[in-house]
């Protein structure tokens, strides 16, 4: 079969975007869930970060030289099989301990992988330039391929006419799943009559509540998106990506905690952003992606103490200097766990838990939140514990 063409990629911004990408090791697909792709580079089941790095760096020749899949493809299956990650395997489900028949690497994965990758960072890469030139070009137009293999919502979706900023494109950005071929034509009033297009209402179709079995995180989608594609990959940066603070002291695990914010009190959070190497203030703006002591990928930003009206968090003077304990707590935890808590809506998140005798550190895909001092009654799933030093007797 030929090459499937790709969209064509723009050198600069898509490469920028995909290099920008941390490691993530994750079994199933669901592990590394929609915004999270943004800010880490997995496969799953790809358990290992050297086999990672591999299939990696021939992403990003595909990207830079405009490498084909059937080159692609050649390049990295004897290195894969050399690793012995290919065909079925028994392997260890590291969420349960049940031990599985997988599928390693096969042709149609490292396809998968080739365009999944390849497109999205070609959306990623658009989606900047479609910001940046909004002021003369405000309308997006929907386009589909239109060639008898487009899903039937896509085909519907086709010619739909939107603002740049309608809520519509959060979710409807190509692509919209896997092997989704679509893509954006930006406009503006004058392109638009001389074809005689005008702005339109998309096609709606059924939603259906999707729940990841990895994670619990419940999503709404509706007919035409896959599961994990309900996102504009354009629109999560680093500091989209971070969880809102919830400031008080923690009570078990009874929901979370509610937290007035404003852009007075940045200067208290210069310590805690220096502890990840953020120095200024523009730095703590553009945000980094920090790997945890168990290879966790986090985005660190301005965003972490960001409310909803994005102002920043206003601190008072024992909140500022537990959020620098905070810091302490992420870089050198003795225990890194998993656990359930309940919102005050009734909704059960699942957060990564930090304890070490500094404090506590929750961080979840809706909030964050510390306390200082050893918390008692706290429980979560183990998943590291800090190496004790050697016993001398």
């Known amino acids: 079969m030929a090459d499937e063409p790709l969209p064509r990629l723009d050198p600069k911004e898509a490469i920028a975007w995909f290099r920008a990408k941390g490691y993530v090791i994750g079994f199933d697909w669901q592990d590394v869930w929609q915004e999270e792709h943004a800010r880490a580079f997995t496969v799953a089941k790809a358990m290992s970060r050297d086999l990672l790095e591999d299939i990696r760096a021939e992403v990003d020749k595909a990207l830079a030289e ?18 012995g990650w290919w065909g079925k395997a028994l392997q260890e489900d590291p969420a349960t301990g049940e031990t599985k028949v997988v599928q390693l690497g096969s042709p149609a994965r490292l396809r998968t992988i080739y365009e999944t990758n390849l497109r999205t960072s070609y959306a990623a890469g658009k989606w900047q330039r479609i910001e ?56 503006n009033l004058r392109m638009m009559a001389r074809k005689g297009w005008t702005v339109t209402e998309p096609r709606k179709f059924p939603e259906r509540e999707y729940v990841n079995r990895r994670t619990g995180e419940v999503t709404r989608l509706e007919q035409g998106i896959d599961p994990g594609w309900s996102y504009n990959v354009g629109k999560a940066p680093l500091d989209g990506l971070t969880p809102a603070p919830r400031l008080g002291k923690m009570s078990g695990d009874a929901g979370e905690l509610q937290a007035i914010l404003s852009e007075d009190a940045y200067a208290p959070l210069r310590t805690f952003f220096a502890a990840f ?49 905070a810091a302490q707590v992420l870089r050198e935890p003795d225990t890194i766990g998993w656990v359930w808590v309940t919102g005050q809506d009734g ?23 510390w306390q200082a001092g050893p918390a008692r009654g706290l429980k979560d799933r183990l998943v590291v514990r800090k190496a004790q030093p050697a016993s001398n007797n």
């Open 66 to 83: 405009g490498t084909t899949l059937r080159d692609f493809t050649k390049a990295l299956r004897p290195r894969l099989q050399a690793r």
């Open 132 to 187: 940046r030139a909004k002021k003369t070009l405000p309308y997006l137009r929907y386009v589909s391929v239109m060639d008898g293999r487009e899903r039937p919502q896509h085909h519907d979706w086709h010619g739909t006419i939107l603002l740049v900023d309608d809520p519509w494109w959060e979710t409807h950005n190509p692509p919209c799943g896997w092997g989704c071929r679509c893509d954006t034509q930006s406009l």
């Open 347 to 369: 909704r059960a998140m699942l957060v990564r838990r930090y304890k070490s005798a500094a404090g506590v550190v929750d961080i979840g895909g809706a909030f964050w939140r």
């Open 277 to 325: 190497g953020m120095n200024t203030r523009a730095a703590a703006v553009k945000g980094t992606v920090w790997t945890d002591p168990a290879g966790w990928p986090l985005a660190i930003s301005a965003g972490l103490l960001r409310g909803a009206d994005g102002a920043m968090v206003p601190l008072d003077a024992a909140q500022a200097r537990s959020l620098g304990m």
